[in-house]
């Protein structure tokens, strides 16, 4: 037992409570997290901090900081998973006191001044506390005479300025430049708002290092547009002009989340599992997800709350090149006509869909999607759901449904074929991913080609859409999808009736 430990037993045994304070003090040193949880309540006396993975892995990426091992951190997370107490409150503070660093210099800046300055003053009064000066009040003083809410200073150089976004610096240098949400929800869609934003970040700020080789930028952020900070961090980032760690915390998980952290290890495994149940229950999530919609759709969902967005006019299909049809025109001839199915693994209520979409080939060229069937069901469910779309198709169209591999899927086929005696059932293997295969009958919709009946299920179908590839369920792409790949594979003859025209029968 070192001399140190034997003296700190002695202590708890002589003065139990010294003792439990010493350990706390000791514990808030060696963790920022720890720090948090011990000094909550001098900031949030009537509201008990709450512990979550997801504070967790943003707390240990602010240590790597601390610690050198990373310089340009960007960590992207939804609003109210305590973001800016941590990152512009509680961390400086920890740097400054329990970490002995209050030489550093911080510039915190956010799209409004009153948000830099509202933090400023949090971290000031955190400061200023009773329980931070009785345990680190001898590491530095602050001066009286620059103590304002905008800039204030301590007698070993460090300060702490608060700026706004796009606005000037007056020339000073940060050891620490947080960034913590530079573009509003209200102005984001503005080009101009925009771009001067990141003009100034990365123009202006950029170069605001007071020591090239070790300090450190930290931006924080939920995403609310696909050219956002965020998203030109991370284009930069693809072309290997930056040098960024990347923690990216979307409320559901999802396996194949285009931003998914390699440093940071996401401790959940299945797609939907939430971020930080604690704090965010299932019902608090739909509730998120429908104000979300309410002024913004789903492409505000996926910004804000899953940090992927993709432009409000989507992604490989836009929402204005599919025009909704009240039927099919009186005077179009229907060529040809096929459903194609996508099939899920299971029936849970976060799981995929399983899909069966059906379209229509018209002589003009155009494809008329007429009907969407979309459910989570169990395997009984989906085989009833499939024949009862083919009783209602009829014969003459035809059911494409995809095989599973291996032996399996040679058993699968043969019962769906026993099930659908009578029917056009056709099956085949997937090949190549989902974006891959949605290319050619995206390029008929951005000619114009694609249109759609008026239908309940029109607006979960252009979600999706417009969302995809970027969305978290492609169900009804794929679906899509595999119907017109039936088309493409069964082309009825073409006949040249007048010069530079064609008809198909």
Not at 4 to 30: N, V
Not at 460 to 466: C, G, S
Request: proline residues 5%.
């Amino acid at each position: 037992m070192t001399d140190a430990l034997t003296r700190l037993l002695g202590t708890a045994i002589a003065h139990p409570t010294e003792s439990a304070a010493q350990l706390e003090k000791i514990r808030c040193e060696g963790s920022l997290l720890e720090f948090v949880k011990a000094g909550w309540h001098a900031l949030e006396p009537g509201t008990e901090f709450l512990h979550g993975w997801a504070v967790e892995a943003m707390a240990e990426a602010l240590e790597r900081v601390t610690n050198g091992d990373i310089r340009r951190l960007l960590i992207n997370v939804p609003p109210g998973c305590t973001k800016s107490m941590l990152v512009n409150v509680f961390w400086p503070a920890w740097e400054w006191g329990p970490k002995s660093k209050a030489d550093y210099r911080y510039i915190n800046a956010s799209y409004g001044a009153d948000l830099s300055i509202r933090d400023n003053m949090r971290c000031r009064d955190l400061i200023q506390s009773e329980w931070y000066q009785a345990n680190w009040g001898d590491r530095f003083q602050m001066k009286g005479d620059q103590n304002a809410k905008i800039l204030y200073e301590n007698d070993r150089t460090g300060w702490r300025f608060a700026a706004s976004v796009g606005k000037g610096i007056t020339g000073r240098r940060g050891d620490r430049i947080i960034v913590d949400d530079p573009h509003s929800v209200e102005n984001v869609e503005s080009d101009v708002v925009r771009e001067r934003a990141l003009r100034w970040f990365f123009e202006t700020l950029s170069s605001r290092y007071n020591k090239l080789d070790e300090s450190a930028m930290v931006v924080i952020m939920q995403r609310v547009h696909d050219r956002d900070l965020s998203g030109a961090i991370i284009a930069k980032m693809a072309e290997g002009k930056l040098n960024y760690e990347h923690l990216c915390l979307p409320m559901e998980f999802e396996t194949d989340h285009p931003h998914k952290s390699t440093r940071f290890v996401d401790p959940r495994t299945e797609d939907g599992e939430l971020l930080w149940p604690e704090r965010f229950s299932p019902n608090a999530v739909d509730e998120q997800k429908e104000t979300f919609r309410a002024w913004g759709g789903t492409y505000a969902e996926a910004g804000q709350l899953q940090q992927r967005p993709v432009p409000r006019g989507g992604g490989m299909f836009k929402r204005d090149d599919i025009e909704v049809l009240d039927g099919i025109p009186a005077h179009a001839t229907v060529v040809a006509r096929a459903r194609g199915w996508d099939l899920a693994a299971t029936d849970s209520s976060r799981a995929a869909y399983t899909v069966g979409c059906k379209i229509a080939k018209l002589a003009d060229g155009r494809i008329v999607i007429e009907d969407v069937v979309r459910g989570r069901w169990g395997p009984a469910e989906v085989e009833a759901k499939i024949l009862a779309c083919a009783n209602v198709d009829g014969p003459g169209i035809v059911q494409f449904i995809p095989q599973d591999p291996g032996q399996a899927g040679k058993s699968q086929v043969r019962a769906f074929a026993a099930m659908l005696e009578g029917h056009n059932a056709r099956f085949s293997p997937e090949s190549g991913d989902k974006e891959t295969r949605a290319i050619p009958i995206a390029a008929q919709a951005e000619a114009g080609n694609l249109a759609m009946v008026r239908a309940p299920w029109n607006d979960a179908l252009l979600a999706e859409m417009t969302l995809f590839p970027a969305g978290q369920f492609k169900d009804q792409v794929d679906a899509l999808t595999r119907a017109y790949d039936w088309l493409l594979q069964n082309r009825a003859p073409a006949i040249a009736t007048v010069p530079g025209r064609m008809i198909e029968k």
